[in-house]
Antibody, heavy 120, light 107 residues
Framework: EVQLVESGGGLVPPGGSLRLSCAAS?????????MSWVRQAPGKGLEWVSA????????HYADSVKGRFTISRDISKNTVYLQMNSLRAEDTAVYYC????????????WGQGTLVTVSS | EVVLTQSPATLSLSPGERATLSCRAS??????LAWYQQKPGQAPRLLIY???NRATGIPARFSGSGSGTDFTLTISSLEPEDIAVYYC?????????FGQGTRLEIK
């Protein structure tokens, strides 16, 4: 059974940092697999944040987080990370980890999400 | 960036009725479009990929069509459990983008 379990969310003041983790199981966590983070602000729609594939050199970011967030992964630990720096109030959201299927960047499995709240 | 515009924002129908949800792209995304269903308090679930392919385990009442810039998700006969917000998403070009969602209500 495929499972994606996010952790690391919480309350952080503006300007602070947080690192999210997504532990994957139930499938081959290969370097060719695309893994992404998608967020959802309270009462709002889905916003794609970042993706990683290949050996980790291939990454993409939404303009809203470029230069502040860094996605990475540890294949030996079947884990994807999202390092979030210089956090702003508008980064407050539930952050979902998502696995892409064979079609690439179409997300066939999602975690349950972890809430990040940026507030003083 | 490809902007996806969904319509209507809210759709209210009775059980057994047919639901038609629209997604329009600001530029061609070929057939590289997916549909997701999100119920309150839950993560999104993939319904349709590559415009018209049902994902594993998705009931046959859900179908997708379209290519280029205009896409449709059809639910042939509404069930009460279909209450949800439905999102389209394109993967044709970076960044990946989602539509703003259509809320489906059951009368």
């Amino acid at each position: 059974e495929v499972q994606l379990v996010e952790s690391g969310g919480g309350l952080v003041p503006p300007g602070g940092s947080l690192r999210l983790s997504c532990a994957a199981s139930g499938f081959t966590f290969s370097s060719s697999l695309v893994m992404s983070w998608v967020r959802q602000a309270p009462g709002k729609g889905l916003e794609w944040v970042s993706a990683i594939w290949g050996s980790g050199d291939n990454t993409h970011y939404a303009d809203s987080v470029k230069g502040r967030f860094t996605i990475s992964r540890d294949i030996s630990k079947n884990t994807v990370y999202l390092q979030m720096n210089s956090l702003r109030a508008e980064d407050t959201a539930v952050y979902y980890c998502a696995k892409a299927g064979d079609s690439g960047s179409i997300y066939d499995y999602w975690g349950q999400g972890t809430l990040v709240t940026v507030s003083s | 960036e490809v902007v996806l515009t969904q319509s209507p924002a809210t759709l209210s129908l009775s059980p057994g009725e047919r639901a038609t949800l629209s997604c329009r792209a600001s530029q061609s995304v070929d057939s590289q479009l997916a549909w997701y269903q999100q119920k309150p308090g839950q993560a999104p679930r993939l319904l349709i990929y590559d415009a018209s392919n049902r994902a594993t385990g998705i009931p046959a009442r859900f179908s997708g069509s379209g290519s280029g810039t205009d896409f449709t998700l059809t639910i042939s006969s509404l069930e009460p459990e279909d209450i949800a917000v439905y999102y389209c998403q394109q993967r044709r070009s970076w960044p990946v983008t989602f539509g703003q969602g259509t809320r489906l209500e059951i009368k």
